[in-house]
């Protein structure tokens, strides 16, 4: 498969997994393997040096990308100040913003998302922002230094899919930054979805962490995504409206 | 993955291929081999023992079930006959019934399948009849002796995807025999959906045959499949209406 | 609005309702009258000249087309019996056959329903049958001499919607007599797209009964159907990929 | 059917139509007298005072509340320039904000947009602002003054219906403001839809201006809207998973 290109970091996977909602975090490691995941996002506050329970640093290998969120941030100098601690933390410079203040559906504001955005890439940050897909703002965050735009497929944690997806796909069409589908995804199927209409990876969270066993739905994950990938790049049939046979119809008893 | 019983055969892969509409049938061993499959659905009309570039035989390795069609047929007198020719022919004990007589949509014929079911199930054929997913006709097939059931998602070369999908549904819930969606899958997210409801296996034709490159495409839809249905034996996580955060969101600057 | 022509009937309104369901069957009356609609069906059970409070008949009004259905047949003689019950009641000659042997979904069997019309058309009733959407099925229907045929949109009582819309269209499409879609349709939304694409009628009986305001409901059907109707004689605009203004874009302040 | 309040004014329908693509200006009279819309909009570029024929206010009976859009602004100042040159003009304080600088989707800049409400609600516009949907720019009109928000449910011309209808929904939830869909919405089925989610209204000019026929297709939206209202009022009932007998099932030949 190709490679994607984020940053000056070349990966070979496009499935980004989340740390958040496992009901038991030993296992995290397995699922991280099962999903050959390369890129792994948390929550900083669960990255906690005192506190050596609830440290989620221990359960992520050394050799992958971390990818801190700003989950907790309501306003762009938040994430700001949450992105610079992470750094500090040892946890790298990559960052995902997110700047959510509505606490039902935890929908992103993507107006101070793009002032966050400004400010980290100016300090050499790789700015991954969390965003409602709306083809403007991107243009913005495109502007603003993003290394990659991250339009929501639903609402997080609900499991959905791709409630946005013409949304996306505009996107996709207009913006030259990688596209990643976050939120929303709740299986397999939506994932291999958003990769065949072009969106260069996915993240998922809640599916994998809340699924009936994590472990193989990680690798169902990998799985679906690779099929995705490989379909867009294949180029799928067109869709049909009438019925077109594939085996010979009539004659067959008359020759 | 768990293995696929049909008939007294174990299978250790769920994606039936079939060879009609590609381009250049040498690249059939190629997609056989992308693909896993080892089950390969062909015209009769294609095993033509005199025209030695027409047979599709040639391009179908030894050690692969032959699931030979009865395309052509109109009536269940004339399924029945084209499965004891195939038989004579050397392809087999396994037929996929194909009563077709509207030339539009290329819509089975429920009531013939079922008669030609129950005629060819007690000759000792393992028959798949194709049909329209309706629930009535499926307990009728099982009654007649069918190995499995093969109920449409769209109509034949569309590629729309599970237009009948709650159709579908009811049959993987109500009928106790293998259920193959067949017909109408355009993508591999379309053969994981079929999956992840429950189906046990798909067919896929038109949409490897006539994809950009078929081989990988061929690919894509062997993992799409098996990620589906990893994900149902791994139970995917609930849809849900509001928003649940995987990262803690308040509280992280204050603390 | 044109008019619907059934048996030697012309309807001027295609909003067929069922009285089943009601909180309080008081407000029947009521809701014929706000839903304008000429055709009523009821089970016959629900006819019952012995006990006054059940008699259903008491509510409907005289000068309406009584549609008693055969609700409680399981197989084809027993829905005949009913018809010819019915009729004996003097309920008149319509009659819409309903067999029924699956008791979670509620699925028709269109073999036995076939049956059933066809003895039924040839004592001169005005055959409508309820079936699972089914094009072969349908064709035998026309053959058994129905009046109409009445495939269903979802199962009854789910109030899902269209979620067989596309085997609904092919009957729409190759069936030359009225399509009136049945069981499923539980928004006024849904009324209308099924008549946008060419229904000829619909009935609706659990998305009026059970609504919060059952007589509003019914004006509010009422409404769409209409609204479907006119739309699909106005020939509605077709869907495009990519925008096109409805006002000029630029230039404007250049001028 | 209840009021909608915009501003200080009170309107019995909501169903607000566009003036653009009429393929024969003329008739613009009877489509607004057959969709019994109250609020019509059009470019202010067609409020052109020297030349007649184009002068789409000749097509505007007097007692209608113009809504004249801002369409050709690709920024707040243009916007602002538009709408008081509008007043000017003598089209009224109602304004249609549209800052649109892509020309591929027309899709709407929040960010512009929400500058030009701040702008024009201070000098006593009542303002419109048509919106990607997306929660956190509403809010900010909201705080900016807006009368209303405009959220679109496809790009403007593509008649593909309520393609972002999950966060439209979320709009309704959220705002306290009459949400009105515009743009996307091509049959009366979608503007049904709209109105049963809750929203307080919905423009539509493509799908009437170019339908078969227009004075028809009218008609069809304004029962379509009022369907929609009418059925949210009286609270739609609920989807089920499994059937519900409407009619008695069993016993009815045993009793």
């Known amino acids: 498969m190709d490679k994607l290109i984020i940053g000056d970091v070349e990966l070979d996977n496009r499935l980004f997994i989340g ?20 890129v792994i996002t948390m929550a900083l506050r669960r990255v906690d040096l005192k506190s050596k329970e609830e440290n989620i640093l221990d359960y992520i290998p050394k050799d992958y990308i971390l990818l ?13 100040r949450i992105a610079r601690l ?11 913003i997110e700047v959510i203040s509505d606490n039902k559906y935890l929908l992103p504001d993507n107006y101070e998302t793009i ?4 400010t980290l890439a100016k300090e050499g940050f790789v700015v991954l922002p969390y965003m409602s897909p709306d083809l403007m703002a991107a243009k913005n965050l495109v502007n603003a230094g993003a290394a990659a735009v991250m339009p929501l497929g639903a609402p ?3 499991n959905r899919g791709l409630e ?14 990688p596209v990643i589908v976050d939120a929303g995804i709740g299986k397999p199927s939506h ?3 958003a990769m065949e209409i072009g969106a260069d990876a996915v993240l998922v969270n809640t599916a994998i962490a ?12 990998n799985l679906s995504v690779k099929a995705g990938r490989i379909a867009y790049l294949s180029k799928t049939a067109p869709e049909k409206e009438f019925a077109e046979a594939s085996s010979p119809l009539t004659g067959f008893l008359n020759k």
Request: hydrophobic share 40%.
């Open 210 to 221: 809340t699924a009936g066993d994590p472990i193989n739905m990680g690798k169902a994950f």
């Open 68 to 80: 801190p969120n700003t989950s907790g941030a309501r306003n762009a100098d938040e994430a700001v």
């Open 19 to 38: 740390t958040g909602k496992f009901p038991n975090k030993k296992i995290i490691p397995d699922v991280i393997k099962s999903s050959e995941s390369k």
């Open 86 to 96: 992470a750094k500090a933390m040892g946890c790298g410079n990559w960052i995902k």
């Open 115 to 118: 002032k966050a955005t400004e």
């Open 191 to 193: 994932a291999a979805e």
């Open 164 to 177: 946005t997806k013409e949304l996306i796909r505009i996107l996709i069409d207009e913006i030259n930054l």
């Open 156 to 158: 997080i944690g609900t």
